[in-house]
């Protein structure tokens, strides 16, 4: 059993910073990719950033120059820094990671959500 718990929402004002953490907990073998994604109310969930166990990220288009994402393979741990941030950035943004665990075929883990409120 895996779990994702993440850190590190809450409510800011437009063009302030947040910085979110997941840690993956239990009895992993590898993670491959580990990211975040988010769902702003009415709209279906979407890639924010994802990193790679090697260093290889990805953004989507939308927060590519304002926010980072850094991993610690050795804590298997994933941040997410946001920079200059917008009302539109508000959702709730999702830990995920592809895992092998112990016992178990490799699979998408997703973590409880945790809230983004950006107020303009």
């Known amino acids: 059993q895996v779990q994702l718990v993440e850190s590190g929402g809450g409510s800011v004002q437009a063009g302030e910073s947040l910085r979110l953490s997941c840690q993956a907990r239990g009895r992993i073998l590898r993670i491959t990719v580990m990211g975040w994604y988010r769902q702003a109310p009415g709209k279906q969930r979407e890639l924010v950033a994802t990193v790679s166990s090697g260093g290889t990220t990805n953004f989507a288009d939308s927060v590519k120059a304002r926010f980072t994402v850094s991993r610690d393979n050795s804590k298997n741990t994933v941040d997410l820094q946001m920079n200059s941030l917008k009302a539109e950035d508000t959702a709730v943004y999702y830990c995920?990671?592809?895992?092998?665990?112990?016992?178990?075929?490799?699979?998408?883990?997703w973590g409880k959500g945790t809230q983004v409120t950006v107020s303009s």
């Open positions: 995920s990671a592809y895992v092998n665990a112990l016992g178990e075929s490799g699979r998408d883990y």
